[in-house]
């Protein structure tokens, strides 16, 4: 079983549109997780970090968690073709483990 | 600005050869990180350093060595490349600090990357 699981896409929604990417994880002793966006060629990007269940929002992102299921979400509210990446859920266990997930590739279409 | 930079961005080698891959930074981490990243595989961790002296392997360091030479620079040894070693290679880093003051939170910082060919 890998650390962290995501559905490799892609994902594709039309312009204007909610995106919706998910992510499990399997240490239930995770503290904080990471979305981070990649542009093809490119390094990853951090675009949003949660570590308390729930959600956090900034801007059009919103992050969500539930530690008892074992799952983060990133939300993309009126997604733009510019949001065209792939995105990496990241989770750290522990202060000296960092597990990314293969991540989902994401298509905006104009 | 205060940035993680990669040295050589792109590299061509031959089965056999030995090179290096440099990684320096000016954010004053203390911590870095050599990931390399395969199609399909996502980001998967070679080797990091907590400070100048404790360097770990991560999950796949075989045939891949290290060098902490300085807080700021750490550098990635091929010591016999091979073609399955062809991937992006990125280095990043983070701030212990971000433990202190948040348990776990530790965000880290990539480099531009650098894509090794080996023939």
């Known amino acids: 079983q890998k650390e962290v699981e995501q559905n490799s896409g892609p994902l594709s929604v039309p312009e204007g549109a909610i995106a919706s990417l998910n992510c499990t994880y399997s240490?239930?002793?995770?503290?904080?997780f990471f979305w981070y966006r990649q542009y093809s060629g490119k390094s990853p990007e951090l675009i949003m970090f949660?570590?308390?269940?729930g959600d956090k929002e900034d801007g059009r992102f919103t992050a969500q968690l539930n530690k008892a299921s074992q799952y983060v979400s990133l939300l993309i509210r009126d997604s733009q073709p510019s949001d065209s990446a792939t995105y990496l859920c990241a989770v750290n266990p522990g202060f000296n483990k960092f597990y990314f997930g293969s991540g989902t590739k994401l298509n905006v279409k104009p | 600005d205060a940035d993680v930079t990669q040295t050589p961005r792109n590299r061509i080698t031959k089965t056999g050869k030995r090179i290096m891959l440099e990684c320096s930074q000016t954010k004053g981490h203390d911590r870095m990180y050599w990931y390399r990243q395969d199609p399909g595989l996502g980001l998967r961790l070679i080797y990091y350093s907590f400070d100048v002296k404790d360097i770990n392997k991560g999950e796949i360091s075989d045939g891949y060595s290290v060098s902490r030479q300085a807080q700021a620079k750490f550098s990635l040894s091929l010591e016999s490349a091979i073609p399955n070693q062809t991937a992006l290679y990125f280095c990043?880093?983070?701030?212990?600090?971000?433990?202190?003051?948040?348990?776990?939170?530790?965000?880290?910082?990539f480099g531009p990357g650098t894509r090794l060919t080996v023939l």
């Open positions: 240490d239930r002793g995770s503290q904080s």
């Open positions: 949660i570590y308390s269940n």
């Open positions: 990043a880093t983070s701030d212990s600090q971000g433990d202190r003051a948040y348990g776990s939170y530790n965000e880290q910082f």
